[in-house]
């Protein structure tokens, strides 16, 4: 039997995989979560084989999300299921310890297979994230490849409009910490001001710019 832990912060998504999985013979879900600290207090009670994971989380993020699984649970497979297609959002998922990568595009029997083989270590990822990653090893521009998982997150948030000390708070961090973390990522990507990493980050599709009005 597969055990299995939902961590994805709507709650509807959260029933429609449960629904699907629940009719899976060797499949049981055990709990579901809404944030990385209700997934990590579901991995201290239940210890799953898989932690099926969304990116987009509230407060911190499902980046978050899996480190602090991993740190309890090592041995929980995780399978990332975002709507996010960036190749930074792959690569940090992948650095942080997820074995899969699915979008929330992919088929039902997608899913299940992806389940499936992250639950016997196996890698697995929908047809367009394995695009992305052969584009990613191709290509000759990857700034964001250098940034560590926190790195990446504090950034994220950043471009998300958060301040210093919204980061700090969402994760669990000093705001010391994190204005070390911007420096650092300054430095990284050549960037000398907050304004020149948000067009990074865009660029990068950590987020979107609104499109110029026309009159």
């Known amino acids: 039997m597969i ?7 709507h709650a509807v998504v959260r029933s429609g995989y449960r629904r699907l999985l629940d009719h899976e013979p060797g499949f049981a879900v055990i709990g579901e979560a809404a944030s990385a600290d209700e997934a990590y207090a579901l991995v201290v009670q239940q210890t799953p084989d898989v932690a099926v994971v969304d990116l987009s989380l509230r407060g911190s993020s499902g980046l978050e999300a899996i480190r602090r699984i991993l740190s309890r649970a090592p041995q929980t497979r995780i399978l990332v299921l975002s709507m996010h297609e960036g190749a930074g959002h792959v690569t940090q998922a992948l650095r942080s310890g997820a074995l ?3 979008t929330k595009y992919s088929e039902p029997e997608c899913v299940i297979e992806a389940i499936r083989k992250v639950a016997h270590g ?4 929908s047809p367009e994230i394995a695009q992305v990653l052969a584009d990613e090893a191709l290509a000759g521009e990857r700034p964001l490849a250098d940034l560590t998982p926190r790195e990446f997150e504090v950034l ?3 471009a998300h409009g958060e301040s210093a000390l919204g980061i700090a708070q969402s994760m669990h961090l000093s705001p010391k910490t994190i204005l070390n973390y911007l420096s650092l990522i300054r430095q990284k990507l050549d960037a000398e001001s907050d304004f020149k990493l948000l067009h990074l980050a865009a660029r990068h599709g950590l987020v979107n710019l609104p499109s110029p009005r026309s009159c």
């Open 3 to 9: 055990r299995i832990i939902l961590v994805d912060d």
């Open 122 to 125: 196996q890698r697995a990822f």
């Open 100 to 102: 899969g990568y699915l």
């Open 156 to 158: 994220r948030l950043l």
